[in-house]
C-alpha cells in the first residue's frame, strides 16, 4: 500500500508545557526561569508540568519535587490552579473553532481540528501559521504551541510532537521515510513496551519496519483486527469512527474517584472519617453531574510503611446519593490495618450505569433519595461548592483539591 | 510561590471602549499604591451562580492575583509575590 497521496486534512495542536506555561502567562516574573507545578509543592508531590527552561535542566513530568530539586535547587514549585488552565483550554478550543467546526479536544492542552482539504481556501500550513498567531493574541503572549499536519490523526500527532516548542511540522507521502528513519519505535505515539514486544516478535525493530510491514504481519503481531488499522494508519489513512488517543464513551466512563495525599499520616478514624466523606462529596456529585449510578466501589490506602492497601466490592444494590457512598466506602475502609497509619486516601466507584430504567426497591424510596441528592447537588451549583455538605466532612472542607484529570 | 493574602484591595479600573476592554491600572493595598505594568492573565470563574474576574497582573517588581466578584462588585487581593 502507498501513503496516502491526498492533501492533509487534519491537525494536531499541542499546548507547550502547558500549566507551567500558564503560569508564566499569569505572572511575567516567571519567565524564563525554571518552573514546575506540582500536585502538591511539598517534596514528595507529582510534578504535572515543567517551564521548558525547567525540562531543559533535565526536569521532567512525573518526577517528585525533591527530585527536581536535586537538579536545580532554586526551581521554582507553584500549586496547580485547575481553573486558570480550564480557561486557557476553553480559549484554545474557540480559536480552533473559528477555523473549522470539526473540533475534538484531546485533553485539556491539545485539540484535533479536521478540515475538508478540497474545501478550505488556504493550505494546512497557512491556517496553522494564523492559530499560532491568534493564541497569542487571544490566549497569552508566552503561550506557544507545536502542530502537526498530516493526512491523518495519527501522523498529525506525531508531526506535533516533533518540533518542541513551537513546532510546525507536515507529515506527508514525501517525507514519511525519511522521518521514520529517524525515530525509535517507542518514539511513535501509543507504542510503548507492550506493543514494542508484539512488534519484535514478528521481526518489526524500527518505524521503518513497522511501515513497509504487511497488513498480515501486523495481524499477526496484535492478533485482531487491530493489526490491519495499524497498517491503514501508517499509511496515512483515517479509519471513520475509530479514533487513537480518543477514548470510547464506554471507556471514559469506566470509574469515577478521588483521592488525597495526608501531609500528615494518620491513624485516627475521626480524621479519616471526615476525609472520606469530602471525598465521596465530590466524587458523587460528578456521578450524579452525569446521571449514573454505581455498582461498585473501591477503597485505596497508602500505609505509613509503605505498602498498598485496597479493597473493592460489587454492591448489593446501585448507588449514588453521599451518605449511601460514604456507608459503602467506610465499610471497606474499617478493614484496613488499623495499626498502620494512612498517607494516601482514594475512593472510586465502578460499575457505572446511566441511572434509567432501574429496579425499583420496595422498601425504600430512591426517587425520594435522589431528588434530595439532586436538590442539594443544585445548592452547591448555585452558591458555590461546599454551601451545604455532610456534617462528617467539617473541618476537612476544601483539603481535598480541584483536579485534572490525565487522559491518554 | 506567592504569599496567599485573601484581603479586599482598592483597584482602580479602566474601561476603553473603542477596544472594549476593561482592565485594573491602579491597585491600593496597605498604604501603597501601586500602578499595573502589565496584565499577564484575565481569567473567569463561576463558583455557584457568581462569577469571578481574576486578573493576574505586575506592576514592577510585584505581582498580585487580584479578584472581583460580579455580585457585590467588590475586589480582593488573592496572592502576591516579589522577584
Not at chain 1, 519484535?200 to 501486523?218: K, M, Q, R, W
Request: hydrophobic fraction near 40%.
Amino acid at each position: 500500500m502507498m501513503f496516502n497521496t491526498s492533501l492533509p486534512g487534519f491537525m494536531h495542536v499541542d499546548l507547550n508545557s502547558c500549566f507551567a506555561s500558564i503560569e508564566q502567562q499569569a505572572n511575567p516574573s516567571l519567565r524564563g526561569k525554571p518552573v514546575v507545578v506540582g500536585a502538591y509543592v511539598t517534596d514528595k508531590g507529582c510534578i504535572l508540568a515543567a517551564s521548558r527552561e525547567a525540562k531543559k535542566l533535565g526536569i521532567k513530568t512525573g518526577m517528585r519535587v525533591f527530585e527536581a530539586k536535586r537538579i536545580y535547587p532554586r526551581v521554582i514549585v507553584l500549586p496547580s490552579d485547575p481553573a486558570k488552565y480550564r480557561f486557557v483550554s476553553k480559549q484554545l478550543y474557540e480559536v480552533f473553532c473559528q477555523h473549522t467546526d470539526n473540533v475534538e479536544m484531546k485533553s485539556i492542552d491539545e485539540g484535533i481540528l479536521q478540515f475538508n482539504p478540497n474545501q478550505v481556501k488556504e493550505t494546512l500550513w497557512k491556517i496553522a501559521e494564523k492559530i499560532k498567531i491568534e493564541i497569542k493574541e487571544q490566549a497569552g503572549d508566552w503561550l506557544t504551541v507545536s502542530v502537526g499536519i498530516s493526512t491523518n490523526s495519527y501522523f498529525a500527532k506525531l508531526a506535533a510532537g516533533l518540533q518542541k516548542p513551537d513546532g510546525l511540522v507536515e507529515i506527508n507521502a514525501s517525507n514519511i521515510e525519511t522521518i521514520l528513519k529517524n525515530l525509535s519505535l517507542e518514539s511513535l505515539p501509543y507504542i510503548k513496551h507492550g506493543n514494542r514486544t508484539r512488534l519484535n516478535c514478528v521481526g518489526i525493530y524500527t518505524p521503518l519496519d513497522f511501515f513497509h510491514a504487511e497488513a498480515s504481519i501486523l495481524r499477526a503481531a496484535f492478533q485482531s483486527v487491530v493489526g490491519t488499522r495499524w497498517h491503514s494508519w501508517l499509511h496515512g489513512f483515517e479509519i471513520p469512527g475509530v479514533s487513537f488517543g480518543g477514548r470510547t464513551p464506554r471507556e471514559i466512563d469506566k470509574t469515577i474517584g478521588h483521592s488525597y495525599a495526608l501531609t500528615k499520616q494518620t491513624s485516627d478514624d475521626q480524621e479519616l472519617t471526615s476525609l472520606l466523606s469530602q471525598l465521596v462529596e465530590k466524587m458523587g456529585k460528578r456521578l450524579r453531574a452525569k446521571n449514573f449510578s454505581a455498582g461498585g466501589i473501591h477503597v485505596y490506602c497508602r500505609l505509613g510503611n509503605g505498602l498498598p492497601w485496597h479493597h473493592g466490592e460489587k454492591l448489593p444494590n446501585r448507588i449514588f446519593a453521599n451518605p449511601d457512598l460514604f456507608e459503602a466506602a467506610w465499610k471497606i475502609l474499617e478493614r484496613r490495618p488499623k495499626e498502620e497509619k494512612v498517607s494516601l486516601l482514594a475512593v472510586n466507584v465502578f460499575d457505572l450505569n446511566q441511572t434509567v430504567g432501574e429496579q425499583i426497591s420496595l422498601f425504600e424510596s430512591k426517587s425520594q433519595k435522589k431528588e434530595l441528592a439532586k436538590a442539594l447537588d443544585a445548592i452547591n451549583n448555585r452558591f458555590g461548592d461546599w454551601s451545604v455538605f455532610q456534617a462528617l466532612s467539617l473541618g476537612t472542607r476544601g483539603k481535598i483539591l480541584d483536579r485534572i484529570a490525565f487522559v491518554r | 510561590m506567592g504569599e496567599i493574602i485573601d484581603e479586599e484591595v482598592s483597584v482602580d479600573l479602566a474601561y476603553d471602549c473603542k477596544s472594549k476592554t476593561a482592565s485594573p491600572w491602579l491597585v491600593k493595598w496597605r498604604g501603597r499604591t501601586y500602578k499595573i505594568d502589565k496584565i499577564g492573565l484575565h481569567h473567569q470563574v463561576w463558583d455557584g451562580k457568581t462569577l469571578f474576574h481574576y486578573f493576574s497582573v505586575c506592576a514592577q517588581e510585584t505581582f498580585f492575583k487580584l479578584s472581583f466578584n460580579t455580585v457585590n462588585l467588590h475586589w480582593r487581593l488573592d496572592e502576591i509575590s516579589t522577584r
